[in-house]
C-alpha cells in the first residue's frame, strides 16, 4: 500500500468543496507558497448536484441573502459566516470566470446561459488553475487524526477502477476539509458518510437530520388536493401549533401532485414542519388556496344577496376552476347550485376549505426527493472566521454537512460558496503560518 501526501485535502468536491479548494489553491499562490490541495470525490461525474440544480438551470444565489432566509444553528452565527463572503462577492467570482448571472423576478440569479454546466465547468477550471488536483471517483472510507506531527491526519479511500490513482489508498495531509455535503439526493454522492467522519474526529452532530425542501405526502383526507394533480397556483401554507398560535407561513407557487403538495411554498415549509410535528404532534399545516383572502371574506362572497348566481359563478375570478369544483365535490355541494340555495355550513365549509384548507400530511417523501439536509454539524463547534474546527484542529468543515439549511431561491448554494471561501481560505492561511492550533482573531462569539 503506498501512502501519499498532500497539504490539504478536501474530501468531496461538490459546491462547497470546489469552493474551497479553490480558495485554498489562490491564497496559497497569492502567499507564493507551493502547497499541495487534493479534492476527492467518490462521484465518478463531478458536479452532479450542480447540473441539477434549478432545474438543470443552476440557481447560483440571490439577489438578498440574509441569514433569517435559513434554519438550523443561530442565525447570528449563520450572518457571520454569509457576510464574509456575500452576494457581490459571488457575483463578482463567477464574473471573473466569464460566468455572467442574471437576476430574475423572484430575485433568483441564473447564469445568462440559462446552464448549469456554465457553472460547473467555471468552478472545475478555477480549481484546476488554482493548483488543485481533483481526483476521482476516490471514495473516502474513514479520515482519522494520526498524532502531533505536522501530516496529522490520514484520509482513507477506496479509488475506483477508473481514478487516475488507483493505488493510493491513503493519503497524510497537515489539513482536511470536509465537504462531505448532506443527505439529500443521495444517488449524486451525498449519503451522510461525512457525518461518521466528523463524529470519529471529535464532532457531535444535531439529534435530528432530516430532509429539507422535500415535498409533502397526503393521507387520504387529502384525495380532493391529490385529485388536482398537476394544477399550480399561488397559495399560503400556514403552521399552527396544537395550541393555535401561527407557528410559520410562506406564501409561494404551491403544486398538487399524485402524491400530496410540492412547489416553492411546500418545500419551504417542510422541513419547519417535520421540526414542529416531531415536538408537538399537534401541530398541524392548513392551506390557504386564495392569499389574502379569509373564511370570513369568503363566507361574505358567498352569502350575496344576488341569490341568483351560482356556486360556480360567485367563486370564478378568485380561484381556478378546477380547485373551485374540486372544493364543491369534497363539501358535497353542486357547482351549478344557486348562492340562494346554499346551506349555511355547506357555505362556511367551502370557506375554510379554499381559506384554511387542513392538509392531512402523513410524511415527506425522504431524502432521495430532498432539496438539503435539515441537522448536521453545529456550527458552535466551529471558529465561524476560518471553519475550523474547535475540536480538532487542522480540520475545517464547509457546506451542507453543517447545521445550516436555507430556503428556495439560491439560499442554500450561497451558504456553500461562503463557507467554502472561509474554510478553504482558512486552512490555507494557517497552513501559511504553520500553525494550526492558532485561531484567527477575526473569530467573534457565536
Ligand atoms: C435537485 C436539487 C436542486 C437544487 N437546486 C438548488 C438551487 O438551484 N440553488 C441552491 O442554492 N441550492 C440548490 N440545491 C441545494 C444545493 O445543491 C446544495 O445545498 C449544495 O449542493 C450543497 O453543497 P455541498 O458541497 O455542501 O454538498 P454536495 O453538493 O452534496 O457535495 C458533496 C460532495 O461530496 C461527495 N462525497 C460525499 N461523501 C463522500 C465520501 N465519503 N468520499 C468522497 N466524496 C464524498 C459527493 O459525491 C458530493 O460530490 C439543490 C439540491 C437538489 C438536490
Known sequence: MSIDRCDIAVVGAGAAGLFAAVWAGRTLQKRGLSGRVIAFDGARK??????????GRCNVTHHVVDEQAYAGSSRNA??????RFDVAATVRFFSELDVELKREETGKLFPTTDDAHTVLNALLRAAREAGTELRHPWRVREVRHVGQDSHRFEVVGEPGASSDHPDDRVIRARMVILATGGMALPRTGSDGAGYGFAR??????????????????????GVFIKDLSGLTLPATIELWSSTGRKLQSFTNSTLCTHFGLSGPSVLDMSRYWLEAHHQDPGATLTMNWLPGKTVEGLDQLLSSPASGTTVGRALAGHAPERLARAVCAKVGVEFAQTLAQLKREHRKAIATMLARCPLNVTGDRGFTFAEVTAGGVPLSELHLGSMESRVCPGLYLCGEICDVDGRIGGFNFQWAWASGFLAGQGAAAALAEGDTATKPSRDQPD
Open 46 to 55: 463531478l458536479g452532479a448536484k450542480i447540473l441539477v440544480a434549478g432545474g
Open 78 to 83: 449563520i450572518r457571520q459566516v454569509l457576510r
Open 200 to 221: 470519529a474526529l471529535g464532532h457531535s452532530t444535531t439529534p435530528r437530520i432530516v430532509p429539507a425542501l422535500v415535498p409533502l405526502l397526503l393521507g387520504d383526507g
